[in-house]
């Protein structure tokens, strides 16, 4: 059973070599991007079954012990640029 920030795996030519629970092709900015979009933990578990609630904690470690690595693995998705485009419009 995989504990912690094991769950957080990295290989190459699997989603770009972006960080992924548990080899699931979920990566770590796609749980944060929704989790920053409004989505409950409950919500996306119910809309993928295959994630798990320890997920979850595993994410966050890593999101904070990989702070800088992550900036990098954002690639060309701007994020907070989005989020103030959103702003302007309303």
Known sequence: ML???DRITVKPGERGGKPCVRGLRITVWDILGWLGAGMTEEEILDEHPDLEKDDFPAVYQFAVENQE??????????????????RRDT
Do not use: H, N, Y
Not at 71 to 85: E, N, S
């Open 3 to 5: 504990r912690g920030i």
């Open 69 to 86: 690595d992550l900036r990098r693995f954002r690639g060309k998705v701007d994020w907070q640029g989005d989020l103030d485009a959103m």
